[in-house]
């Protein structure tokens, strides 16, 4: 499975960016998709990811102003976010979950993209 994550860039706070997720590869089982974000010198933390029942999570802090959505047909997933604070400002990366069939059975394998940067400034 291959993941080009893009839409990335410099907002001022109170700005929006839309982040975008291509996926392509064996993806015919998907467990779950989201997305992550990273600062330096902390862990990667999740921002919302959806499930394959469709249940959508978000962190607390971007509730409200964030907003992820997924194109099963096209096996992209997507990130809207709004009202933009400097907090937010990471490396955000995409991330699919697929089920696959191994010697060992059926395996959940996990998926990142090469991250995209979001910097919050003024």
């Known amino acids: 499975v291959q993941l080009q994550a893009s839409g990335g860039g410099l907002v001022q706070p109170g700005g929006s960016l839309r982040l975008s997720c291509a996926a392509s590869?064996?993806?015919?089982?998907?467990?779950?998709v989201g997305w992550y974000r990273q600062v330096p010198g902390k862990q990667r933390e999740v921002v919302a990811s959806i499930t394959n029942t469709g249940y959508k999570f978000y962190t607390d802090s971007v509730k409200g102003r964030f907003t992820i959505d997924r194109n099963v047909a096209d096996n992209t997933i997507s990130l809207q976010m709004n009202n933009l604070k400097p907090e937010d400002a990471a490396v955000y990366y995409c991330?699919?979950?697929?089920?696959?069939?191994?010697?060992?059975?059926?395996?959940?394998?996990?998926?990142w993209g090469q991250g995209t940067e979001v910097t919050v400034s003024s």
């Open positions: 991330r699919f979950d697929v089920n696959v069939r191994s010697a060992l059975g059926i395996v959940l394998q996990t998926n």
């Open positions: 590869g064996m993806l015919s089982d998907i467990e779950s």
